[in-house]
T-cell receptor, first 115, second 117 residues
């Protein structure tokens, strides 16, 4: 298994440009999430999905769109990039269980710089 | 609202000594899960250890253990016999509820641990 993969690893955008951060997992996990990591603030949840066709907002959803047409893929779209979106973006996946002892599997991250 | 607080931005420890990283949390839910992740300089997030709110025993995973004090709402990570490879950022995280509700986690700000030879 490749686990959770993210592309690209690094991206530079100009203000106002749009782009899509790709995330894929091959573990057949129902749940997928996007987080952003800023210095001194830990990771914050942007959007998450509990299954194909179902998404919801997290703590910091403004400026980002998501969709989930398949179990495997969960792309994150920046419609009009702003310097405030400069961050490291992590995608994560996990499976459903009735127990709480389930960790998330994180991708390697995408570093985004918006000029 | 749920919140995770890590009050130690940076910590130093001598190699082979034990170190404790603090984490306090705030939640009104009776059921929740607490996680610790390690993030080395390479950037990946590595799961270390988990504690459930109903677990009666403190969690232990190799050199990692938790000092879980439910009444004080704290879950401190203890790393025994520190190694140079333990130098990294450490994050405490929480998920409310018994069930894995979409995998949502709330993270603390992190503690940067440096192990000295």
């Amino acid at each position: 298994n490749a686990g959770v993969t993210q592309t690209p690893k690094f991206q530079v955008l100009k203000t106002g440009q749009s782009m899509t951060l790709q995330c894929a997992q091959d573990m057949n996990h129902e749940y997928m999430s996007w987080y952003r990591q800023d210095p001194g603030m830990g990771l914050r949840l942007i959007h998450y999905s509990v299954g194909a066709g179902i998404t919801d907002q997290g703590e910091v959803p403004n400026g980002y769109n998501v969709s989930r047409s398949t179990t495997e893929d969960f792309p994150l779209r920046l419609l009009s990039a702003a310097p405030s979106q400069t961050s490291v973006y992590f995608c994560a996946s996990s499976y459903y269980t009735s127990g709480a002892r389930v960790t998330q599997y994180f991708g390697p991250g995408t570093r985004l710089l918006v000029l | 609202a749920q919140k995770i607080t890590q009050t130690q931005p940076g910590m130093f420890v001598q190699e082979k000594e034990a170190v404790t990283l603090d984490c306090t949390y705030d939640t009104s839910d009776q059921s929740y899960g607490l996680f610790w992740y390690k993030q080395p300089s390479s950037g990946e997030m590595i799961f270390l250890i988990y504690q459930g709110s109903y677990d009666e025993q403190n969690a232990t995973e190799g050199r990692y253990s938790l000092n879980f004090q439910k009444a004080r709402k704290s879950t401190n990570l203890v790393i025994s016999a520190s190694q140079l490879g333990d130098s990294a950022m450490y994050f405490c995280a929480m998920r409310e509820g018994i069930y894995n509700q979409g995998g949502k986690l709330i993270f603390g700000q992190g503690t940067e641990l440096s192990v000295k030879p």
